[in-house]
């Protein structure tokens, strides 16, 4: 009994604790494009320049399947086949960023969706290819940071 009660009360700890933290982090992938231009490093030095703390870091190579499924809110835009094939033509490097005000900060540090359209300094403007091989993905909400950081990470993944 006594042992039941103690893990209900840590669950309830780790609820709470997790629901105060959301709004202080967000969900970043390195696309294949950069990952495969050796660009990986200098994003991820500009990324903790910028005071963002890695809280959890993985090499991943996603299937066809993975990629539909993380882009399913884009499944009726013309580009969707070919977000999907450039998603999982190549290794990603995903993490779970840690700052206040993450998610907005982090869409300020990489600019625009089109690289041609974002400002000096940013990450897509330094280091994407095209509107489609954009460098770098960003959470674009509290709320999908979380989905999208549980997409890629366990609990025990995190740090
Ligand atoms: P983001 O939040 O800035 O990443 O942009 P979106 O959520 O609107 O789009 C998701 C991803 O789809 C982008 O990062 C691009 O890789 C790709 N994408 C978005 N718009 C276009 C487009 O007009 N053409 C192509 N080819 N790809 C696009």
Not at 33 to 38: H, I, L, P, R, V
Not at 56 to 84: C, I, Q, W
């Amino acid at each position: 009994m006594l042992v039941l009660f103690l893990n209900l009360k840590l669950i309830f700890v780790a609820t709470t604790i997790s629901h105060i933290m959301s709004g202080n982090t967000t969900f970043t992938m390195i696309k294949p494009d950069a990952f495969e231009a050796g660009k990986t490093g200098m994003i991820l030095q500009k990324i903790i320049e910028n005071g963002f703390r890695i809280k959890a870091l993985r090499l991943s190579h996603l299937h066809k399947e993975d990629a539909e499924a993380f882009y399913a809110v884009h499944k009726e835009r013309p580009f969707f086949n070919g977000l999907v094939k450039f998603m999982s033509s190549g290794p990603i490097v995903a993490a779970i960023l840690e700052k206040e005000n993450a998610v907005d900060d982090f869409r300020k540090l990489i600019g625009s969706t089109n690289p041609a359209e974002a400002a000096e300094g940013t990450i897509r403007k330094l280091f994407a290819e095209s509107i489609e091989r954009n460098a770098v993905h960003g959470s674009d909400s509290d709320e999908n940071a979380q989905i999208e950081s549980n997409f890629f990470f366990s609990q025990f993944d995190r740090h």
